[in-house]
């Protein structure tokens, strides 16, 4: 799996657009990029994915450069219970089902 | 809707003893994962199924073994316990082993 590259930590005020960047420089084509979060203490959770278009759902849209080297998580109007810690994960699509945690950016919204 | 649904949410065992973990997937749900997260670590993927048989496997101890049932609840047996085994132990469950996963709360076991 491409390694993946994230800042360990940032912050955010409440209401304002939360844009936390992932680094994959190494990623190759048929190679996803998923995007976790995990609110302290509680399961992981889901939040979006893209292979090279942008990509949008009711909680986070996802910008992925057009080189594929890097990409953009944007939280557009971050609360307080946005505050977790948000994984970059890059997975091909059929090679096995293993997430690989590690390196997250923990991010806090501030009032 | 539906969640992932794990038991106990909390588990007290002493050293040497065994442990169950239990996990019920999402309805229609065919493929389950457990995870464990030590404390201030990153969750460390163990094990998942995919259609009652093992799918992959990760960095599980020789000490636990699971298994997915034909209802597609899945059980961690975890034997001789020690105490760096204290973790949180999520479950996850996905539809087609697709890696949009759906996380349960979690079981924290502690061994004293």
């Known amino acids: 799996d491409a390694k993946t590259t994230q800042p360990p930590s940032m912050d955010c005020a409440e209401g304002r657009a939360a844009n936390l960047p992932c680094n994959h420089s190494?990623?190759?084509?048929?190679?996803?990029v998923y995007w976790y979060r995990q609110i302290h203490s509680q399961g992981p959770q889901y939040i979006i994915h893209?292979?090279?278009n942008n990509e949008t759902n009711e909680m986070a849209s996802l910008i992925i450069t057009e080189d594929r080297k890097s990409s953009t998580l944007i939280l557009p109007h971050a609360t307080l219970r946005d505050t977790a810690v948000y994984y970059c994960?890059?997975?091909?699509?059929?090679?096995?089902?293993?997430?690989?945690f590690g390196g997250g950016t923990r991010l806090m919204v501030k009032p | 809707a539906a969640g992932v649904i794990q038991s106990p949410r909390h588990l007290i065992k002493e050293k040497r003893e065994t442990a169950t973990l239990k996990c019920y997937p999402i309805?229609?749900?065919?493929?389950v994962y457990w995870y464990q997260q030590g404390p201030g670590q990153d969750p460390q993927f163990l094990i998942s199924?995919?259609?009652?048989?093992?799918?992959d496997k990760g960095s599980i101890p020789d000490r636990f073994s699971a298994q997915q049932f034909s209802d597609y609840h899945s059980e961690l047996n975890m034997s001789s316990l020690e105490l760096g085994d204290s973790a949180l132990y999520f479950c996850?469950?996905?539809?087609?082993?697709?890696?949009?996963?759906?996380f349960g709360s979690g079981t924290r076991l502690t061994v004293v």
């Open positions: 996850a469950s996905s539809l087609g082993g697709g890696l949009g996963y759906t």
């Open positions: 190494t990623i190759s084509g048929n190679e996803y």
């Open positions: 893209g292979l090279k």
């Open positions: 994960i890059v997975r091909p699509l059929n090679a096995g089902n293993m997430l690989t």
């Open positions: 309805p229609r749900h065919d493929t």
């Open positions: 199924f995919y259609e009652k048989m093992q799918s």
